[in-house]
């Protein structure tokens, strides 16, 4: 199999603020496996604050021992990559993905026995502004899922201008942008604009104040149910989170691909948890793979191709908030000739 790396840098349509910073780009890189005469794509977003660059990224791949002559073997060649980003290891688990359904004719999703459609609505994000332009977005965008990105300041304001700007479903993430006391006020008083979940509102690793936050919300009655995104990485992270939250949020540049995010939704349910199949600024390559999984999920936030205007490859069809996988073999996906 042959391994290579190349720069994909994707232009956001407006410049998407969340509670850890501003950008107007993202630096992924697309991965690609060739492999008798077929050819696999995989991606890796580099994500600020995992400390990932579009060079990290491509120095890890480009270091990579020869992967073997043998795409079946996923669990072999994915079990020796060598420690380091999981965004780089997650793009070479979704190229053998690819590969894979490729040689065999099918759709990942088929291969997964999994049924394609109907699946979940997705949302689209707002990122953070001043509360008027935010629910200027949402009335423009007339989405019928909206996930707004709320820092430390203005949350009920923003909220609260958005709940009068529209009807639709809103969920809400803070990015670990609250402490416990205010994620218990802020959420208390956010339970009247009827949100359907709240992710990540405390920082990452401190189980101890999600369980004290889930008991004092239940001892005054408000049923927003609590996701976790930034604590959770991976399928081991999971159980410390069993009775602290409602549920996790899967995504393949978190688990390092595929197989990984497959363990992570498995012991998700196991533990009673409920799963929001989610993705970070990637391309159709990237999008389409994580979709593969939807009909696993209870929620999609799968927006990443409607945030960026130019999408190098064509794969998940979107018509409004509902989701469409492709049909072709492996991912699906193919690069739009320029
Ligand atoms: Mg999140």
Not at 15 to 31: E, I, K, M, P, Y
Not at 76 to 99: C, T
Not at 251 to 262: I, N, S
């Amino acid at each position: 199999m042959k391994l290579s790396v190349q720069p994909m840098t994707l232009n956001l349509k407006t410049t998407f603020r969340v509670s850890h910073g501003a950008s107007d780009q993202r630096h992924n890189v697309l991965v690609v496996i060739e492999h008798n005469g077929l050819v696999g794509y995989g991606e890796a977003a580099a994500v600020f604050y995992y400390g990932d660059t579009q060079e990290s990224l491509s120095a890890y791949i480009n270091a990579l021992p020869p992967l073997g002559e043998d795409p079946f073997l996923l669990e072999e060649v994915l079990n020796s990559l060598p420690p380091g980003p999981h965004a780089a290891q997650a793009a070479v688990d979704i190229a053998l993905h690819d590969l894979w359904g490729k040689m065999l004719g099918q759709p990942l999703y088929r291969l997964f026995g999994l049924k394609p459609a109907p699946l979940h609505q997705t949302s689209f994000t707002i990122g953070i502004d001043t509360p008027e332009v935010m629910a200027q977005r949402v009335k423009e965008s007339n989405y019928p899922v909206i996930k707004v990105k709320l820092g430390p300041d203005d949350a009920e304001a923003t909220v609260a201008a958005i709940r009068q700007a529209t009807n639709a479903r809103l969920r809400v993430d803070a990015n670990a942008a609250w402490t416990p006391e205010q994620a218990l006020e802020l959420i208390t008083r956010l339970s009247q604009y009827h949100l359907e979940l709240i992710e990540q509102p405390l920082p990452a690793g401190d189980v101890e104040s999600y369980l004290w936050l889930r008991g004092q919300l239940r001892a005054r009655g408000v049923p927003t149910p609590i996701f976790v995104d930034e604590s959770v990485k991976t399928s081991h992270d999971v159980a410390a989170y069993a009775g602290a939250v409602d549920g996790v949020v899967v995504k393949l540049m978190k688990t390092g691909g595929l197989r990984e995010a497959l363990r992570t939704i498995h012991t998700a349910r196991a533990n009673g948890m409920k799963i929001m199949l989610s993705c970070m600024i990637e391309s159709s390559v990237g999008v389409t793979a994580a979709a593969h999984l939807a009909p696993l999920c209870d929620h999609l936030d799968l927006d990443g191709p409607l945030l960026i205007g130019n999408d190098p490859f064509s794969g998940i069809r979107y018509d409004g908030a509902n989701l469409f996988l492709p049909e072709g073999p492996g991912l699906g996906v193919l690069p739009i000739s320029k």
